[in-house]
């Protein structure tokens, strides 16, 4: 993987860039839709590729090692031949997923043993086999394992978790230096930096991540409960430790808003479910604020869902339609909402890319963060 810094903004530290994998080039900063089982829930591969233009997509380790399964996985020859996706994959650990089954999930020094949500079997995942489990799952950027702890941690539980994880990470970059890719492109680990909302334990963990020179880092272990306050500023403080020439990419974060002071911030690549979760329940993300399109005001509105829109879905579909769809539990209705917020999301990072390049990005975002906020 290459990574290119293009241009960074004069009153802000947001920048663009061009990340080339062997499944395509990626224009940064960035959204990801995600994919958690191999599909970005309800959309067509042609409608992520041709209409929501996604440059890359999200699969999850945990998720896609119970359900198909790593046989079928390799027998497929990779998830993007499985899945029929032709463009770059990045495939979080699972990390997030066993630490949230809190119930259900025992921790130790060599890896952490659950039992899955589907039915009850017990797993154990270790650092090394994540790495293994990733090469045969085939993203083309991988997460390392780690252990993502509550917003609301105390110091001393976020520092013990920290250092397992820093242990860990170790682990992972070993195995991976180790291994081959199985399908015949590169591969490449991204390594996830914790800390909670410790400045110390944050800047401790971009130093450790740092000196093992990967091709990017990841932020973990933010919007898990702490106040919006403290993420902006953890970020803050990784990306002064982080090296300039490489991507971050913060993990599962989030409201447009959030997008736009992250990139402010440094930052390169997002993802979320809230474009899709949110949908499917009737929130429409647009440049001039948000709808709840359930609500009774909408009942009789036959204008587009979004006069502004960049999809197809926007000037096809009244919000009159679409109110109905969704209070008849139609899956027409999630599936028109999923499909415009996706695209309403890359058309946001577009657009900060471009006020990037001109150096109007700082006045651009002021006036977008007041107007994305608003409830239409």
């Given at each position: 993987?290459?990574?290119?810094?293009?241009?960074?903004?004069?009153k802000?530290?947001?920048?663009?860039?061009?990340?080339?994998?062997?499944?395509?080039?990626?224009?940064?900063?960035?959204?990801?839709?995600?994919?958690?089982?191999?599909?970005?829930?309800?959309?067509?591969?042609?409608?992520?590729?041709?209409?929501?233009?996604?440059?890359?997509?999200?699969g999850n380790t945990?998720?896609?090692y119970?359900?198909?399964?790593?046989?079928?996985?390799e027998?497929?020859?990779?998830?993007?031949?499985?899945?029929?996706?032709d463009?770059?994959?990045?495939?979080?650990?699972?990390?997030?997923?066993?630490f949230?089954?809190?119930?259900?999930?025992k921790l130790?020094?060599?890896?952490?043993m659950?039992?899955?949500?589907?039915?009850?079997?017990?797993?154990f995942f270790?650092?090394?086999?994540?790495?293994?489990?990733?090469r045969?799952?085939?993203a083309?950027?991988?997460?390392?394992f780690?252990?993502?702890?509550?917003?609301?941690?105390?110091?001393?539980?976020?520092k013990?978790s920290?250092?397992?994880?820093?242990?860990?990470l170790?682990?992972?970059?070993?195995r991976?230096?180790?291994?081959?890719?199985?399908y015949?492109?590169?591969?490449?680990?991204?390594?996830?930096i914790?800390?909670?909302?410790y400045?110390?334990?944050?800047?401790k963990?971009?130093?450790?991540?740092?000196?093992l020179?990967?091709e990017g880092?990841?932020?973990?272990?933010?919007?898990v409960g702490?106040?919006?306050?403290?993420?902006?500023?953890?970020?803050?403080?990784?990306?002064?430790?982080?090296?300039?020439?490489?991507?971050r990419?913060?993990m599962?974060?989030?409201?447009?808003?959030?997008?736009?002071?992250?990139?402010?911030?440094?930052?390169?690549?997002?993802?979320?479910?809230?474009?899709?979760?949110?949908?499917r329940?009737?929130?429409?993300?647009?440049?001039?604020?948000?709808?709840?399109?359930k609500?009774?005001k909408w009942?009789?509105d036959?204008?587009?869902?979004?006069?502004?829109?960049?999809?197809?879905v926007?000037?096809?579909?009244?919000?009159a339609?679409?109110?109905?769809?969704i209070?008849?539990?139609e899956?027409?209705?999630?599936?028109?909402c999923?499909?415009h917020?996706?695209?309403?999301?890359?058309?946001?990072?577009?657009?900060a890319?471009?006020?990037?390049?001109?150096?109007?990005?700082?006045?651009?975002?002021e006036?977008m963060?007041?107007?994305?906020?608003a409830r239409?």
């Amino acid at each position: 993987m290459d990574f290119k810094l293009l241009n960074t903004d004069t009153k802000s530290s947001a920048r663009t860039g061009e990340l080339t994998t062997d499944h395509g080039k990626i224009q940064t900063p960035i959204f990801m839709p995600v994919g958690t089982l191999g599909s970005v829930k309800g959309v067509h591969q042609r409608e992520l590729r041709d209409d929501i233009n996604a440059e890359i997509i999200l699969g999850n380790t945990y998720h896609l090692y119970l359900r198909p399964g790593l046989d079928v996985l390799e027998k497929a020859g990779g998830l993007h031949k499985f899945n029929g996706w032709d463009r770059p994959i990045l495939t979080d650990s699972g990390g997030f997923q066993v630490f949230s089954l809190a119930e259900n999930r025992k921790l130790s020094e060599e890896g952490a043993m659950f039992r899955s949500h589907i039915d009850g079997s017990k797993h154990f995942f270790t650092p090394e086999n994540v790495m293994d489990i990733q090469r045969t799952i085939g993203a083309d950027i991988i997460m390392a394992f780690d252990e993502c702890p509550p917003g609301t941690s105390t110091y001393e539980y976020a520092k013990t978790s920290l250092e397992l994880t820093q242990r860990w990470l170790e682990r992972c970059v070993k195995r991976f230096d180790e291994t081959e890719s199985k399908y015949g492109y590169s591969q490449t680990l991204f390594p996830i930096i914790q800390g909670c909302v410790y400045n110390d334990l944050r800047i401790k963990a971009a130093e450790h991540a740092a000196s093992l020179n990967r091709e990017g880092y990841a932020i973990g272990g933010l919007a898990v409960g702490e106040p919006v306050e403290d993420m902006y500023s953890m970020i803050e403080v990784v990306n002064e430790v982080l090296p300039k020439d490489k991507p971050r990419y913060l993990m599962g974060v989030g409201t447009p808003v959030n997008i736009l002071e992250a990139i402010s911030r440094g930052v390169d690549m997002f993802d979320c479910v809230m474009p899709t979760r949110n949908g499917r329940n009737g929130m429409i993300f647009t440049s001039e604020g948000i709808i709840n399109i359930k609500n009774k005001k909408w009942h009789d509105d036959f204008s587009p869902i979004d006069p502004n829109g960049t999809s197809y879905v926007d000037q096809a579909y009244s919000k009159a339609y679409v109110r109905h769809l969704i209070h008849s539990g139609e899956l027409l209705g999630s599936q028109i909402c999923s499909i415009h917020n996706l695209a309403f999301y890359l058309w946001l990072v577009r657009e900060a890319r471009e006020h990037i390049n001109a150096g109007t990005f700082a006045s651009w975002k002021e006036i977008m963060v007041k107007k994305l906020a608003a409830r239409l």
